[in-house]
């Protein structure tokens, strides 16, 4: 057995943090509410929106990658399970230690303020569970921490019910799935109802209950594995883009046969992950400058390789209500 | 070392590889590229993939049982049937038959690679010859097939004519053609074939109703490996079992098709050694083909996987080969992820099944999960979903079963 890999140490982190903290990076969790506090959300309801905080999660594991990519190769565990230690039991350290882009962390609240907009618009109001928002744990999942996974899989469920939902609504792939097709099997009595932001989207955008606006004339879309491939969430988002405007451009795989951004594989190979995003951002490039991508993951993925100087955008970046009177798209 | 860090250090030296990268991708993208084509063009291939998937999966339900009767049916027919437990007693067996300073003329098999059979031939002190094309530059090489169909895709033709000029002292002129080294390789190989004493196959299929073996190819290799000289041996995993000699064609014809090979050059039927009764009607074993028809069935962890409610499904697997054209991963990487003989998503399985899950489950955290593989598989094998089980096995141990 491989006794003391910086893979293992990194397990046992992202474990220790999740477990403890309720985030696989230990950080206050006002980093992950705050985008909330304008909008004045109600705490309590039975339709929540829960985030699984991965949007807002992604600069800072980002910068923890960029870490990772220099161990890559290096066996220096012994230190980076005492600095894991530390930093999970002081979350404020660990903002400033991985202090990410401002300018990132500012967008990931842009588009989860937008999406919350885009909801109340179609007439879906929602409430919010703020400190509540706990990372769904998924890396764990993937990773093959199941029984770390089966304890936060349940205590994430307990606080979106002491919320009072009976319906949550997501925003990413990953959070989606896990909720809607994974959660079932490890949480007793699982009774949520799963839905994601782009369904409702889009039928409120089918039935006219709201008017979108696109930021930007064409794009190529870039379809998340998860969504093409276990949620089947395919025409969903290219219907939000045509009604709002966005001419949608097909890459050469797409779809249901839509290519991988590599990020699964980055906090085992960085190096492997970059190659395959760089091999993904090359097709898309063959039809637009501009790239629509649907998930956090692949949006840090292949901005992270983007040697292309392509323009990535989140759906929610390109999307907007139009208010009446509010003007014409540009 | 491990064997994650060992794929991790060899998949960082090729990652900045640019021919390897181009080669790997170029071949990937035709394959994905033609294979709907195919199924498209050809509309019953789904309908036989089907009908494979559900052929292998009541074999796999009754191993013990129809090992048994492609066995005895093998004897029927005028064959010897061998069941091997291992890969060492594979190799005995094969070593027994063949014996020491013959001649050996291979034909492409992961089987083989799988049990080391090539070296373990030359170590008997025989001269060994590998006839695919591919797999003769990988025997020139000395290193791994980089994919179960097309083994050599690594490799420049400027590589090639190296290897040629190194190894088997051919004189290729600077600048030759791929059509020129493969001419020089077929004069070369033609007086290995003429003059072999023993030839080894794989087995695409066997029908445990006939003892038939089916096996599919296009260089034409496998006719002259199972036809000219007077012993053949093929070797084959006891997954390869099907019910009927029907089955078994359905399975070359699918497995053809998702490779992207189709219709195939050639498909060989193989129902015991050759036979005459031209002369007065008297039955004489041995004519124009070979006098003995030797197969080795391997287990090898096989049947213990039939029982394995996590490995069980890989059992249906054909070797086309597509989870590997289509896995981002393996278009990166080629078979340097899997382990030493397998490669891809398929790969990492296999190792698990044929040398234990030890050696494959850290390999299993290089799978994305992104389900490309699960979309394209002909028998449906949930390579993924397998791959997630084997990545909590690794977990778990990493973590002193504090996953
Ligand atoms: S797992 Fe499926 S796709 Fe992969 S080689 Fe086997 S049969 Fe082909």
Redo the contacts between chains.
């Keep these: 057995m491989a006794s003391a890999s910086p893979l293992k140490a990194l397990l046992e982190f992202l474990r220790d943090s999740t477990l403890r903290v309720g985030l696989p990076v230990p950080l206050p969790m006002e980093e992950i509410y705050s985008w909330a506090l304008p909008l004045r959300l109600p705490r309590m309801g039975s339709v929540i929106l829960y985030t699984g905080a991965l949007y807002q999660l992604m600069p800072y594991i980002e910068s923890l990658t960029r870490y990772l990519s220099a161990l890559e190769g290096s066996r220096v565990s012994d230190t980076l399970l005492r600095l894991a230690r530390i930093l999970i039991a002081t979350p404020k350290l660990t903002r400033t230690l991985l202090a990410p882009e401002p300018a990132r962390v500012e967008r990931a609240r842009r588009i989860l303020t937008n999406i919350s907009r885009l909801l109340s618009s179609s007439g879906v109001a929602h409430a919010y569970p703020y400190e509540d928002d706990l990372y769904s744990g998924v890396l764990l999942y993937d990773l093959g921490l199941d029984d770390a996974f089966a304890e936060v899989a349940g205590r994430v469920y307990r606080k979106l019910k002491e919320h009072g939902a009976s319906t949550v609504i997501t925003v990413d792939p990953h959070t989606t799935n896990i909720l809607r097709n994974v959660y079932p099997s490890y949480v007793d009595g699982f009774d949520l109802e799963v839905v994601n932001y782009l369904e409702v989207l889009s039928r409120a955008a089918e039935e006219s209950r709201i008017r979108l606006r696109g930021l930007v004339s064409e794009a190529v879309i870039h379809d998340p594995c998860f969504y093409a491939r276990y949620l089947h969430i395919i025409d969903e988002p290219r219907k939000i883009l045509e009604r709002s405007g966005v001419k949608v451009l097909e890459p050469r795989r797409s779809r249901e046969a839509t290519y991988c951004c590599g990020g699964p594989v980055e906090s085992v190979a960085p190096r492997l992950a970059s190659k395959i995003a760089e091999t993904r951002l090359k097709e898309l490039a063959e039809k637009s400058k501009n790239v629509v991508v649907l998930c956090p993951i692949c949006y840090t993925n292949l901005s992270r390789a983007n040697k292309l100087g392509l323009r990535i955008l989140d759906i929610a970046e390109v999307v907007e209500a139009e208010v009446p009177g509010s003007g014409s798209p540009q | 070392m491990?064997p994650?860090?060992k794929a991790?250090?060899e998949?960082?030296r090729v990652?900045d590889d640019e021919f390897f990268?181009e080669s790997v991708?170029r071949a990937a993208g035709h394959a994905?590229e033609k294979v709907p084509d195919i199924l498209d063009s050809h509309p019953y291939l789904k309908e036989l993939a089907r009908e494979v998937r559900r052929v292998k999966e009541e074999v796999i339900s009754n191993l013990d049982y129809y090992i048994e009767e492609a066995m005895k049916s093998i004897e029927r027919i005028g064959g010897k049937a061998y069941l091997a437990s291992d890969a060492s007693e594979a190799r005995e067996i094969v070593g027994r038959i063949v014996g020491r300073g013959k001649l050996v003329v291979m034909s492409k098999s992961m089987t083989a690679e799988e049990i080391g059979l090539r070296e373990y031939l030359e170590s008997l002190g025989n001269e060994v010859w590998e006839t695919d094309l591919g797999q003769l530059l990988i025997q020139l090489e000395g290193g791994k097939p980089m994919h179960s169909v097309a083994p050599a895709i690594h490799l420049s033709r400027e590589r090639v004519a190296s290897l040629l000029r190194e190894k088997l002292g051919f004189e290729v002129p600077e600048g030759a053609r791929p059509e020129d080294m493969v001419r020089m390789v077929r004069s070369f190989l033609r007086s290995k074939f003429e003059r072999a004493d023993v030839g080894i196959s794989g087995a695409n299929a066997i029908a445990a109703e006939t003892g038939s073996i089916v096996l599919v190819e296009n260089e034409g290799n496998i006719r002259l490996v199972t036809g000219l000289p007077p012993i053949h041996i093929a070797l084959a995993g006891v997954e390869k079992i099907v019910p009927t000699l029907m089955d078994a064609i359905k399975v070359a014809l699918v497995q053809a098709a998702y490779d992207g090979l189709y219709p195939p050059n050639y498909i060989n039927v193989i129902s015991g050694p050759s036979a005459t009764a031209d002369i007065e009607h008297v039955r004489v074993r041995g004519a124009h083909g070979p006098l003995q028809l030797h197969v080795v069935l391997l287990d090898n962890g096989r049947l213990e996987a039939s029982r394995n409610q996590l490995l069980r499904e890989q059992l249906r697997c054909i070797r086309c080969g597509r989870c590997q054209w289509e896995c981002?991963?393996w278009?990166?990487?080629a078979n340097l992820w899997g382990g030493p003989a397998y490669g891809g998503p398929m790969g990492v399985i296999w190792t698990a099944i044929t040398m234990g899950v030890?050696a494959a489950a850290?390999l299993?955290?290089?799978?994305?999960?992104?389900?490309?593989c699960?979309?394209v598989c002909p028998v449906e094998i949930p390579l993924s979903r397998i791959l997630?089980g084997?990545?909590?096995?690794?977990?778990?141990?990493?973590?002193g079963g504090?996953?």
Excluded at chain 2, 364 to 372: A, E, I, Q, T, V
Excluded at chain 2, 390 to 399: D, E, F, Q
């Design positions: 491990d994650l860090s991790l250090g998949i960082r990652l990268q991708k994905e981002p991963v278009q990166h990487t030890d850290g299993s955290m290089l799978c994305l999960g992104c389900r490309r699960d979309y997630l084997l990545k909590r096995i690794y977990a778990h141990g990493l973590l504090q996953g």
